[in-house]
Protein backbone atom coordinates (compact mmCIF):
# COMPACT_ATOMS: atom_id res chain seq x y z
CA UNK A 1 0.00 0.00 0.00
CA UNK A 2 0.62 3.61 -0.23
CA UNK A 3 3.13 4.70 2.58
CA UNK A 4 3.63 8.17 4.01
CA UNK A 5 6.16 9.82 6.03
CA UNK A 6 6.61 12.43 8.50
CA UNK A 7 9.52 13.85 9.85
CA UNK A 8 10.75 14.53 12.98
CA UNK A 9 8.59 12.02 14.70
CA UNK A 10 9.21 13.77 18.12
CA UNK A 11 10.60 17.38 18.22
CA UNK A 12 10.84 19.60 21.63
CA UNK A 13 12.02 22.83 21.33
CA UNK A 14 11.73 26.40 22.97
CA UNK A 15 9.03 28.43 23.15
CA UNK A 16 9.60 31.16 20.48
CA UNK A 17 11.70 29.04 18.22
CA UNK A 18 10.72 27.89 14.35
CA UNK A 19 9.86 24.47 13.76
CA UNK A 20 9.77 22.49 10.64
CA UNK A 21 8.08 19.25 9.52
CA UNK A 22 7.81 17.56 6.22
CA UNK A 23 5.37 14.96 5.01
CA UNK A 24 6.39 13.02 2.30
CA UNK A 25 4.79 10.09 0.26
CA UNK A 26 7.32 7.09 -0.47
CA UNK A 27 5.59 5.83 -3.45
CA UNK A 28 3.31 7.41 -4.94
CA UNK A 29 2.78 11.20 -6.41
CA UNK A 30 0.59 13.01 -4.15
CA UNK A 31 -1.56 15.71 -5.96
CA UNK A 32 -2.83 16.97 -2.79
CA UNK A 33 -1.76 17.10 0.93
CA UNK A 34 -3.46 17.31 4.24
CA UNK A 35 -2.19 18.66 7.43
CA UNK A 36 -4.36 18.11 10.47
CA UNK A 37 -3.50 18.94 14.74
CA UNK A 38 -4.70 16.52 17.67
CA UNK A 39 -4.71 17.44 21.10
CA UNK A 40 -4.75 13.93 23.52
CA UNK A 41 -8.12 12.36 23.35
CA UNK A 42 -9.49 14.68 20.45
CA UNK A 43 -10.33 13.81 16.99
CA UNK A 44 -7.70 15.44 13.92
CA UNK A 45 -9.03 18.66 13.09
CA UNK A 46 -8.22 19.67 9.24
CA UNK A 47 -5.59 22.71 9.46
CA UNK A 48 -4.72 23.22 5.70
CA UNK A 49 -5.39 21.43 2.24
CA UNK A 50 -1.91 21.78 0.03
CA UNK A 51 -2.09 21.07 -4.11
CA UNK A 52 1.62 20.73 -4.93
CA UNK A 53 2.64 23.98 -6.41
CA UNK A 54 -0.28 26.67 -5.26
CA UNK A 55 -0.96 28.12 -2.37
CA UNK A 56 -2.34 26.17 0.53
CA UNK A 57 -5.78 26.71 1.75
CA UNK A 58 -6.24 26.74 5.41
CA UNK A 59 -9.23 26.24 7.51
CA UNK A 60 -11.60 29.12 9.17
CA UNK A 61 -9.15 29.75 12.78
CA UNK A 62 -5.73 28.39 11.15
CA UNK A 63 -3.06 31.41 11.15
CA UNK A 64 -1.53 30.76 7.91
CA UNK A 65 1.46 33.27 9.19
CA UNK A 66 1.80 30.90 11.66
CA UNK A 67 2.05 27.73 9.71
CA UNK A 68 3.38 27.99 7.00
CA UNK A 69 2.95 25.47 4.39
CA UNK A 70 4.82 24.76 1.57
CA UNK A 71 3.77 21.68 -1.28
CA UNK A 72 6.97 22.05 -3.28
CA UNK A 73 6.53 18.71 -5.39
CA UNK A 74 4.46 15.77 -5.75
CA UNK A 75 6.13 14.05 -2.96
CA UNK A 76 6.76 16.71 -0.42
CA UNK A 77 4.97 19.24 1.72
CA UNK A 78 6.38 21.18 4.64
CA UNK A 79 4.88 22.72 7.73
CA UNK A 80 6.24 25.38 9.72
CA UNK A 81 5.59 26.30 13.12
CA UNK A 82 6.92 29.81 13.45
CA UNK A 83 7.21 31.63 16.68
CA UNK A 84 5.94 28.27 18.36
CA UNK A 85 4.37 28.85 22.01
CA UNK A 86 3.15 25.96 24.44
CA UNK A 87 -0.04 26.27 23.32
CA UNK A 88 1.21 24.96 19.70
CA UNK A 89 2.03 21.60 21.47
CA UNK A 90 0.50 18.85 19.57
CA UNK A 91 0.50 16.08 17.04
CA UNK A 92 0.47 17.01 13.44
CA UNK A 93 -0.35 14.51 11.21
CA UNK A 94 -0.31 14.68 7.26
CA UNK A 95 -2.22 12.76 4.89
CA UNK A 96 -1.91 12.40 0.98
CA UNK A 97 -3.86 11.84 -1.63
CA UNK A 98 -2.99 10.17 -5.23
CA UNK A 99 -6.48 10.63 -6.90
CA UNK A 100 -5.94 7.01 -8.47
CA UNK A 101 -7.46 5.39 -5.16
CA UNK A 102 -11.36 7.11 -4.65
CA UNK A 103 -10.46 9.69 -2.59
CA UNK A 104 -8.82 6.96 0.20
CA UNK A 105 -6.11 9.45 1.99
CA UNK A 106 -3.05 7.63 3.37
CA UNK A 107 -1.96 9.07 6.73
CA UNK A 108 1.59 9.50 7.86
CA UNK A 109 2.56 8.19 11.50
CA UNK A 110 2.17 12.06 12.94
CA UNK A 111 4.93 14.45 14.76
CA UNK A 112 4.69 15.05 18.26
CA UNK A 113 5.55 18.57 18.88
CA UNK A 114 6.15 19.68 22.50
CA UNK A 115 7.34 23.51 23.04
CA UNK A 116 8.38 24.58 26.46
CA UNK B 1 -24.81 23.17 12.88
CA UNK B 2 -22.73 20.49 10.96
CA UNK B 3 -21.66 17.64 13.65
CA UNK B 4 -20.13 14.02 13.34
CA UNK B 5 -20.58 12.50 16.50
CA UNK B 6 -19.36 8.69 17.25
CA UNK B 7 -21.57 8.64 20.58
CA UNK B 8 -19.36 6.07 22.62
CA UNK B 9 -16.40 7.54 23.63
CA UNK B 10 -15.25 4.37 25.13
CA UNK B 11 -16.79 1.01 24.82
CA UNK B 12 -15.54 -2.66 26.49
CA UNK B 13 -16.23 -6.11 25.37
CA UNK B 14 -15.26 -9.18 26.13
CA UNK B 15 -12.85 -10.95 23.48
CA UNK B 16 -15.39 -12.90 21.23
CA UNK B 17 -17.76 -10.60 20.88
CA UNK B 18 -19.13 -8.05 18.02
CA UNK B 19 -18.71 -4.67 18.74
CA UNK B 20 -20.53 -2.24 17.76
CA UNK B 21 -19.69 1.48 17.00
CA UNK B 22 -22.07 4.10 15.76
CA UNK B 23 -21.76 7.51 13.69
CA UNK B 24 -24.47 9.99 13.59
CA UNK B 25 -23.79 12.93 11.51
CA UNK B 26 -26.07 16.22 10.98
CA UNK B 27 -26.06 18.70 8.08
CA UNK B 28 -23.65 17.10 5.87
CA UNK B 29 -24.52 15.19 2.77
CA UNK B 30 -21.81 12.80 2.31
CA UNK B 31 -20.76 10.75 -0.75
CA UNK B 32 -19.01 8.54 0.93
CA UNK B 33 -17.64 7.44 4.76
CA UNK B 34 -14.97 6.09 5.91
CA UNK B 35 -13.76 4.27 8.85
CA UNK B 36 -9.79 3.90 10.63
CA UNK B 37 -8.32 2.78 13.24
CA UNK B 38 -5.75 4.75 15.48
CA UNK B 39 -3.13 3.26 17.75
CA UNK B 40 -1.82 5.85 20.43
CA UNK B 41 0.56 8.03 18.97
CA UNK B 42 0.51 6.92 15.35
CA UNK B 43 -1.77 8.20 12.41
CA UNK B 44 -4.95 6.67 11.41
CA UNK B 45 -4.78 3.71 9.04
CA UNK B 46 -7.54 3.19 6.83
CA UNK B 47 -10.26 0.51 7.32
CA UNK B 48 -13.13 0.75 5.18
CA UNK B 49 -14.73 3.21 3.02
CA UNK B 50 -18.55 2.95 2.03
CA UNK B 51 -20.37 5.54 -0.63
CA UNK B 52 -24.03 6.49 -0.40
CA UNK B 53 -25.55 4.47 -2.89
CA UNK B 54 -24.00 1.14 -0.57
CA UNK B 55 -25.86 -0.30 2.59
CA UNK B 56 -23.15 -2.93 3.65
CA UNK B 57 -19.31 -3.29 3.17
CA UNK B 58 -17.76 -6.28 4.79
CA UNK B 59 -13.94 -6.72 5.14
CA UNK B 60 -12.79 -9.96 6.75
CA UNK B 61 -13.94 -10.01 10.25
CA UNK B 62 -15.17 -5.72 9.90
CA UNK B 63 -18.81 -4.54 8.75
CA UNK B 64 -20.11 -1.46 7.65
CA UNK B 65 -23.65 -0.08 6.98
CA UNK B 66 -24.41 3.12 5.73
CA UNK B 67 -27.97 4.43 6.24
CA UNK B 68 -28.19 8.12 4.52
CA UNK B 69 -31.83 8.55 5.83
CA UNK B 70 -30.64 7.88 9.58
CA UNK B 71 -27.88 9.71 8.67
CA UNK B 72 -25.49 6.82 10.69
CA UNK B 73 -22.77 4.55 9.88
CA UNK B 74 -22.79 1.42 12.20
CA UNK B 75 -18.74 -0.11 12.36
CA UNK B 76 -19.06 -3.85 13.83
CA UNK B 77 -16.19 -6.17 14.79
CA UNK B 78 -17.01 -9.44 15.02
CA UNK B 79 -15.29 -12.36 16.71
CA UNK B 80 -13.04 -9.30 18.81
CA UNK B 81 -9.67 -10.04 20.18
CA UNK B 82 -7.75 -7.88 21.97
CA UNK B 83 -5.82 -6.61 19.17
CA UNK B 84 -8.66 -4.99 17.73
CA UNK B 85 -8.32 -2.65 20.79
CA UNK B 86 -7.69 1.05 19.73
CA UNK B 87 -10.01 4.67 18.64
CA UNK B 88 -11.73 3.44 15.70
CA UNK B 89 -12.74 7.26 13.79
CA UNK B 90 -15.54 7.78 11.66
CA UNK B 91 -14.73 10.13 8.68
CA UNK B 92 -16.48 11.71 5.83
CA UNK B 93 -16.14 14.17 2.80
CA UNK B 94 -17.59 17.83 3.38
CA UNK B 95 -16.95 20.01 0.36
CA UNK B 96 -13.98 20.73 -1.79
CA UNK B 97 -12.52 16.82 -1.31
CA UNK B 98 -11.92 17.53 2.70
CA UNK B 99 -12.38 14.37 4.84
CA UNK B 100 -13.92 15.43 8.26
CA UNK B 101 -13.34 13.38 11.38
CA UNK B 102 -15.69 12.35 14.41
CA UNK B 103 -14.29 12.45 17.61
CA UNK B 104 -13.32 9.03 17.79
CA UNK B 105 -14.39 5.83 19.69
CA UNK B 106 -12.21 4.06 21.95
CA UNK B 107 -12.28 -0.14 22.02
CA UNK B 108 -10.69 -2.39 24.49
CA UNK B 109 -11.55 -5.75 24.26
CA UNK B 110 -10.52 -7.46 27.48
CA UNK B 111 -9.54 -11.20 27.26
Known amino acids: GAVV ?5 RVICKSGTS ?3 ECRSLDFQATT ?19 EGSKATYEQGVEKDKFL ?11 TVTSAHPEDSSFYI ?14 GPG ?3 TVL | SQKIEQNSEALN ?28 GRGPVFLLLIRENEKEKRKERLKVTFDTT ?23 DSSASKIIFGSGTRLSIRP
Open chain 2, 13 to 40: IQEGKTATLTCNYTNYSPAYLQWYRQDP
Open chain 1, 5 to 9: SQHPS
Open chain 1, 33 to 51: MFWYRQFPKQSLMLMATSN
Open chain 1, 111 to 113: TRL
Open chain 1, 94 to 107: CSAKSGEVYNEQFF
Open chain 1, 69 to 79: INHASLTLSTL
Open chain 1, 19 to 21: VKI
Open chain 2, 70 to 92: LKQSLFHITASQPADSATYLCAL
